[in-house]
């Protein structure tokens, strides 16, 4: 299992991807859109990618975002999500 740091770091790029989809995680759960064990999942998934220096990069650009990057692991929850 990834240590805490790594967990902590891909917590990040997954809260900040589902922001830069205009998700708000916090709230989809809050509603039950969401799990708990789906974010966990989620977080979990995000440490399996191979392209987290990129997805940084991504999540800098200003602009709001219309879908993840082809490569995020959690494209199809995020896009479920989506308002």
Same mark, same amino acid.
């Given at each position: 299992?990834?240590?805490?740091? /790594?967990?902590?770091?891909?917590?990040?790029?997954?809260?900040?991807?589902?922001?830069?989809?205009?998700?708000?995680?916090?709230?989809?759960? /809050?509603?039950?859109?969401?799990? /708990?064990?789906?974010?966990?999942?989620?977080?979990?998934? #995000?440490?399996? #990618?191979?392209?987290?220096?990129? #997805?940084?990069?991504?999540?800098?650009?200003?602009?709001?975002?219309?879908?993840?990057?082809?490569? #995020?692991?959690?494209?199809?929850?995020?896009?479920?999500?989506?308002?």
């Amino acid at each position: 299992m990834p240590d805490q740091e /790594i967990l902590k770091f891909h917590a990040g790029l997954v809260d900040q991807m589902a922001t830069k989809l205009g998700v708000d995680l916090q709230q989809s759960a /809050i509603e039950g859109d969401v799990s /708990i064990d789906q974010l966990s999942d989620a977080v979990l998934r #995000c440490t399996g #990618c191979a392209n987290p220096n990129h #997805c940084q990069s991504f999540l800098q650009q200003p602009a709001q975002a219309d879908q993840t990057p082809e490569y #995020c692991r959690n494209q199809e929850l995020l896009r479920k999500l989506q308002p």
